[in-house]
């Protein structure tokens, strides 16, 4: 997969110290990495750069709104993100990325691309299960939830009252008083 040129910063020419850059993320960015769940993104980033001596501290905070389709009824809605992630940047002998608050990059570069933080730390602040907010509060008219509520078992007394059916197991009965008994 190739970098997105906007998301590499070259750390060379900047001075020690603190530096921001901004950023919009929109479709074109989850498009990249193939996430295709977002019919429209809307975030922005503020990205905070402490450059030191030896190493770079980066904080990453955004917010914003994604819009999503719900999971119950598929009807789309506006998803509020918001967030930071923080992590660091050494120089190494080798690249490695795999510890997910530490980058190791190679000495005698000169610049470093986040946009793989940037994804990961945007997708998983994502709630895993999403419900549109008219669901909950019971809002939302739509035909999928009457067509469920129409579906629905209903309850009835005869089912709730326990059947009369003759005498019983005297052992049933013993358990049925241990079930009583709590």
């Known amino acids: 997969m190739r970098d997105l040129k906007e998301f590499t910063i070259p750390f060379v020419g ?16 989850f498009e990249h990495f193939e996430y295709d769940e977002f019919n429209a993104v809307a975030i922005s980033l503020d990205v905070l750069l402490d450059k030191k ?6 904080t990453l905070t955004y917010g914003g709104d994604v819009d ?27 690249f490695n990325n795999e510890n997910e608050d530490l980058l190791l990059i190679p000495h005698g570069s000169y610049e470093v691309n986040i946009q793989q933080f940037i994804y990961e730390s945007i997708i998983l602040n ?11 509060d019971g809002t939302l008219q739509s035909d999928i939830l009457d067509k469920l509520e129409q579906l629905s078992p209903k309850a009835t007394t005869q089912d709730t009252e326990e059947p009369q059916q003759g005498p019983t197991d005297p052992r049933w009965d ?9």
């Open 53 to 58: 001596t030896t190493f770079m501290e980066f």
């Open 68 to 94: 999503v389709n719900c999971d119950v009824t598929n009807e789309p809605f506006k998803e509020s993100v918001a967030g930071n992630y923080h992590f660091v940047v050494k120089f190494a002998d080798d």
């Open 174 to 182: 013993s358990l049925k008083k241990l079930l009583n008994d709590k």
């Open 14 to 29: 900047l001075k020690l110290g603190e530096h921001h850059f901004d950023f919009t993320i929109n479709n074109k960015f």
């Open 126 to 136: 994502l709630p895993s299960r999403r419900i549109h907010p008219g669901i909950e």
